[in-house]
């Protein structure tokens, strides 16, 4: 079962136009206009733009309302892969679901599993690590 816990966010940031309400627990990151989340897309060696801040939309906001983003701590997140196991490093795909990534250079992620999934489409518990990480 996952879990949250206590994890950090950046307050009044909002949706996009088009909203997030079918996003909740999907990975997110800020968009280019100011004070807006967008969906992450993929996070692999090629796409991650630096500065990049990511996170995980923990509500459902319609277009424009305002965005639980959390950046850090303990969140539950939605999955890609039935293969994940605690400790995987979490990566994003291009459906902004999380899923393991190889521990090998310049592959990028996001954070740690701390519960593993069973299924795809499975929410598990994610340690959030405040911005993407390389091996």
Known sequence: MAYSSRYNTIPGLVANSTGLATSQ??????????????LAGALNSTTVAVPCVMGVIMNQPGGG?????AVSG????????STIIVGDP???NSTSKG???AETDNLAFIGRALSASGAANDIVTVLLLGQPQRF
């Open 25 to 38: 627990y999907l990975f997110g990151k800020l968009a280019s206009t100011a004070g807006q989340v967008i």
């Open 99 to 101: 899923t393991e990534v």
């Open 65 to 69: 309302e305002e965005v639980e983003f």
């Open 90 to 92: 979490i990566g994003v």
């Open 74 to 81: 303990i969140v539950k997140a939605v999955v890609a892969t």
